[in-house]
């Protein structure tokens, strides 16, 4: 996957987590600077979610993930109130 972040730096790689935050590990990571004149490899990095300006990924993963209904809350008190 492909990692932009507001600094403009961008980092190409596989993802191995990914929290709530969008805090991001990803291996085997090669690092390009804003202005594409230099490259890093990490064999692992951390990327904190506020940093991310976007995320591309792979159409065939995309793919894989199941569709959601929007049925995973439906039956639990329609939203009103704090269940009193």
Do not use: H, Q
Request: aromatic share 8%; with cysteine; proline share 2%.
């Amino acid at each position: 996957m492909l990692v932009e972040l507001k600094s403009g730096d961008t980092y190409n790689g596989r993802l191995v987590n990914c929290d709530s935050w969008m805090n991001i590990n990803l291996k085997d990571v090669i690092c390009t600077s804003a202005d594409g004149t230099k490259f890093w490899k990490l064999t692992d990095c951390y990327i904190r979610g506020n940093s991310v300006k976007y995320l591309r990924l792979p159409d065939d993963v995309v793919d894989k993930v199941p569709e959601d209904d929007g049925r995973k809350f439906a039956g639990r008190g329609g939203g009103r109130g704090r269940g009193r």
